[in-house]
């Protein structure tokens, strides 16, 4: 009895802020307050119909897809070749494309801040894309690599034996095969450019911003209660992007043994 | 025997150009924080560590941070333990986990202000309950802050624990058992010791995210909580000082790096051990 107390108590934590705001969501007030204040989808109704929401809603996907699909393809690509054929600097290069992950995202800030100045793309989307790419690449190397691991080379030789040229084995052995990492790779990569905030707070412009840059500055100046439904969305969002993990590769792949790698 | 082609080096290329961006920008925050108006030292490094309210911010900075990563080892390590220990599906416990993990942490945030706030849901309980007469301040103080970052990063741990206790033969705390060790006997003579590297690994983790977080602290500290992260955020928006910035990055760097490396080494240790390599 008293564990089953602890346990609700411990899993109960994480979840808990996440409720709480779906349930604020639908009340007039914004707020979940005792006593309960009256249902409304008035704040709903508010993000919607609010061009602004909307289109930093799609500005933020559109960063993310293109990250996605940049940081995806340069993670397979490296992957095939870092796995398939050691060289001298290989472990080097791996270690490397892993070293943003070390680094404290304020500190990543500023770097990426000065970096865009140097290339002459400080406060424009394309500066906001590179800093994502630099900073996806690793969520997008694990999981492919870990897939690139699992295949048996004896079926790509089976297929090279039987008269296939190198790029029919990779479009229809080699990345058929590595679909559950490169899926994973891709959602992984496309959640953490969406959802990124601590970086980008240092990169944007005044007319150049991203959806969670945007509400954190939304809740610091007026804590409008139509953050509840914008956040409420991006959860419900969040979710279905889960459950399409789940559904794809299975959530144990998080828990995969690192030691490997 | 293999007659796979060997893929071209070109293929390296895409990455090669985020690690050399990368880089660019880490070297060129180094050169910068050595710039002064006149030329080249350490003054900026002088004039950070002149200023007493800085050093509060810096030693604030490592105190939130080791507390945040406490709490989460406290809160994260039975909470692995317990999805690894389940023998049903774990499919719904992950799920409880790696759901918030992913949700914004804007978001997440967002619903601590909305819980603990002055207008929040728990003042607005103790208040109808007659518990309190007026609202409590539990957040926009370093209370706040440490219960955010516990937060925000806590999956972080579990997730590092879990995937060392996912791995660890069974068999170990079976025989423990038969050898009629308890339960906590055993817990503390074989599982706790064997996941050491997951819990040296989640430690450096939420230490390292925890020093660099910037919306967690902006949205619950107060006035005068602010960490090294937020202080660089506020200087950059009020005066453009670049070599200023890259400083105090630099300063933030070597805070997380100086217990992080350490940490590194000793994680690579038990790992060695407990694997029996023994490199």
């Known amino acids: 009895m008293l564990r089953l107390l602890l346990m609700v108590l411990l899993f109960g934590f994480l979840p808990l802020p996440i409720i709480i705001v779906i349930v604020s969501s639908i009340s007039t007030t914004g707020y979940f307050t005792v006593p309960l204040s009256p249902f409304s989808w008035r704040w709903y109704v508010e993000f ?28 397979l690509l490296a992957a095939l070749v870092l796995e398939r054929r050691r060289f001298a600097g290989s472990g080097l290069f791996e270690t490397l494309i892993m070293l943003p992950l070390v680094f404290p995202n304020a500190a990543l800030g500023v770097a990426f801040l000065g970096l865009l100045g140097l290339l002459g793309v400080s406060g424009t989307y394309l500066g906001i894309v590179l800093s994502h790419c630099i900073i996806t690449l690793p969520f997008a190397y694990r999981p492919i ?10 079926i790509e030789e089976a297929s090279m034996s039987l008269g296939a040229r190198p790029m029919t084995v990779m479009r229809t052995v080699t990345l058929p095969m590595l679909k559950p990492g490169l899926i ?5 990569c496309f959640i953490v450019s969406f959802d990124e905030a ?35 969305f991006l959860i419900l969002f969040t979710l279905s992007l889960v459950m399409l993990l789940e559904r794809t590769t299975g959530l144990e792949l998080f828990a995969a043994p690192e030691k490997d790698a | 025997m293999t007659r796979t082609a060997k893929p071209s080096f070109a293929l390296l290329a895409g990455a090669a150009i985020l690690i050399a961006a990368f880089l660019t920008g880490i070297a060129y925050l180094v050169i910068e924080s050595l710039h002064t108006g006149s030329g080249w030292g350490l003054d900026n490094f002088a004039y950070f560590f002149s200023r007493s309210d800085y050093v509060a911010v810096l ?9 945040a990563t406490l709490f989460a080892a406290l809160i ?17 416990l992950m799920m409880l986990v790696i759901m918030p993990w992913l949700v914004s942490v804007v978001v997440r945030t967002y619903g601590w202000v909305v819980i603990l706030g002055p207008r929040g849901t728990l003042n607005s309980m103790l208040l109808s309950w007659g518990v309190i007469d007026t609202p409590l301040r539990l957040i926009f103080n370093m209370t706040g802050v440490v219960i955010g970052l516990v937060h925000v990063f806590c999956p972080f741990f579990i997730i590092s624990v879990l995937s060392v206790l996912l791995h660890q ?34 430690a450096i983790l939420v230490y390292l995210l925890s020093t660099g977080a910037i919306v967690t602290p902006l949205l619950l500290g107060g006035v005068r909580d602010g960490m090294l992260a937020t202080q660089i955020y506020q200087d950059v928006l009020q005066v453009f000082d670049y070599p200023k910035a890259a400083s105090m990055a630099i300063v933030l760097l070597l805070t997380a790096f100086v217990l992080v490396i350490p940490l590194q080494w000793l994680e690579r240790r038990v790992a060695a051990r407990v694997s029996g390599r023994g490199e």
Do not use: C
């Open chain 1, 184 to 188: 994973s790779a891709f959602l992984f």
């Open chain 2, 59 to 67: 030693n604030r900075t490592i105190l939130v941070s080791v507390l």
């Open chain 1, 198 to 232: 601590t970086i980008t707070v240092f990169l944007i412009a005044p007319d150049v911003t991203t959806l969670p840059v945007r509400i954190l500055t939304e809740i610091q100046e007026s804590a409008s209660p139509v953050i509840a439904a914008i956040a409420t």
């Open chain 1, 48 to 75: 919607f119909t609010n061009w602004e929401w909307i289109r930093l809603l799609l500005v933020s996907g559109a960063i993310a897809i293109v990250v996605a699909l940049v940081s995806t393809t340069a993670a």
């Open chain 1, 145 to 154: 690599l870990n897939s690139l691991r699992k295949l048996d080379p004896a």
């Open chain 2, 76 to 92: 994260g390590y039975p909470i692995a333990y317990a999805i690894a220990d389940y023998k049903g599906n774990r499919n719904f």
């Open chain 2, 169 to 202: 033969d069974k068999s170990l705390r079976e025989a423990s058992q038969t050898l009629s060790a308890g339960p906590i006997r055993t817990f503390f003579n074989i599982t706790l010791p064997l996941s050491l590297s997951g819990v040296i690994t989640g």
